[in-house]
């Protein structure tokens, strides 16, 4: 049974490039939150989705961050026009449901380098 | 406002016992006590969660004191593989998604030989 896959591990962007970072929960999972990591800080929630409903995106910066959860695939996280404060790493969890009794499973992380 | 407090950092020698307290003193009673831990530029893991009894897997061990108002983890043999930072998490899985968790600082636990 494998875990939360996140790719690509680690992302090289230019300055002004679009960053696109995959999330692919648990087999049996439908909801998947994204949490962001500054270097040297905590964990941030960014998202909470279910497949094709954005359900909480209190987290999410206003402006060139997108999130989405087709019906099919992963879930992607989508940063436009990239800026060094974006350097992070960003991490996906999955969970099977709101009112369940279970723990969030995360991913490895995808680390973004912005250049 | 956080929902726990936990102690900075801690060492502890290879083999011994840790233990990691943490106070949760305005839990409800439907939260559980989850507690994860993220070795260096690796993703969370999870280790253990409860609601009033006492917990044990092949990680580790909870307590959760009789008021519920703070719990303890034990690692009961330590190893260098255990250095990370410890995050413990109250959690009502009726009402709260994993999004509106507050992972906090946690504690800097550090293993040493």
Redesign the interface.
């Known amino acids: 049974n494998a875990g ?1 896959m ?1 790719n690509p591990r680690h992302l090289v962007r230019r300055r002004g490039q679009e960053a696109r970072l995959r999330c692919s929960p648990m087999k049996g999972h439908s ?1 998947v ?1 994204w949490y962001r990591q500054l270097p040297e800080e ?2 941030k ?1 960014m ?2 989705l279910q497949k094709e409903n954005i ?2 995106e ?2 999410m910066p206003k402006e060139r961050f997108s999130a989405e959860f087709p019906k099919e695939g992963p879930s992607i996280l989508r940063i436009q026009q990239v800026v060094r404060g974006d350097s992070a ?1 960003y ?1 996906c ?1 999955s ?1 099977p449901g ?12 995808t ?1 973004l380098t912005v250049v | 406002d956080a929902k726990t407090t936990q102690p900075t950092s801690m060492d502890c020698a290879e083999g011994r016992a840790a233990n990691l307290p943490c106070n949760h003193s305005t839990i409800s009673g439907n939260e ?1 006590v ?1 507690w994860y831990r ?1 070795i260096h ?6 280790i253990i ?1 409860g609601l009033k009894n006492n917990e044990t897997n092949e990680m580790a061990s909870l307590i959760i004191t009789e008021d519920r108002k703070s719990s303890t983890l034990i690692l009961p043999h330590a190893t260098l593989r255990d250095t990370a930072v410890y995050y413990c998490i109250v959690r009502d ?2 009402t709260d ?5 507050q ?4 504690t800097q636990v550090v293993v040493t030989p």
């Open positions: 939360v996140q909801h939150y905590g964990l929630f998202v909470y359900i909480d209190s987290g790493a991490f969890a969970s709101l009112t369940m009794n279970t723990e969030a499973f995360f991913g490895q992380g680390r | 559980y989850y993220q530029s690796q993703g969370p893991q999870y969660h899985p009726t998604s994993w999004g509106k968790l992972f906090g600082a946690g």
